[in-house]
């Protein structure tokens, strides 16, 4: 069911973000507590004001009545990933490429897990960074 009302608010709100010439970061679905929040996540290069959030809620909440692809109240919550955003695809990375980012590998490298500097190219696949640091855990292990 989740994922059945993030892929439609994916499709109703691209036509929406493409009009205002914003990007879709991310969709959320979920519960906290009792209450169901659908969050969409927007962002461009010159960065998020509280009136485009406001913009894309208008005319999503407005699409959303008219689908009505929810059965429960919930939550329309729509605002920028902020500094600390993800990088979620190839092309967010290679707009990082020259800023200060922070990397979590699943498995770790050279006995470490986290990872911060510049991120120097993307190619391939394969970062690189200019590392300015790697964190361990409270334990003494790398995290």
Not at 44 to 67: F, M, Y
Not at 73 to 98: F, H, M, Q, T
């Amino acid at each position: 069911m989740s994922e059945r009302v993030k892929d439609t608010a994916r499709r109703l709100v691209q036509p929406i973000l493409e009009d205002l010439g914003l990007e879709l970061v991310e969709v959320e679905y979920k519960k906290e507590g009792k209450n169901w929040f659908l969050r969409v996540y927007i962002d461009s290069p010159k960065g998020i004001a509280i009136e485009d959030c406001g913009t894309v809620s208008e005319r999503l909440s407005e699409k959303l009545d008219e689908q009505d692809p929810v059965n429960e109240n919930y939550y329309l919550e729509v605002s920028s990933p902020g500094a600390e955003r993800p990088l979620k695809s190839e092309e967010d990375i290679k707009r990082a490429v020259g800023k200060y980012i922070n990397i979590t590998t699943y498995k770790p490298l050279n006995g470490d897990k986290v990872f911060e500097g510049t991120l120097l190219s993307f190619q391939d696949g394969i970062l690189e960074i200019s590392q300015k640091k790697s964190r361990k855990s409270q334990n003494g292990n790398s995290l």
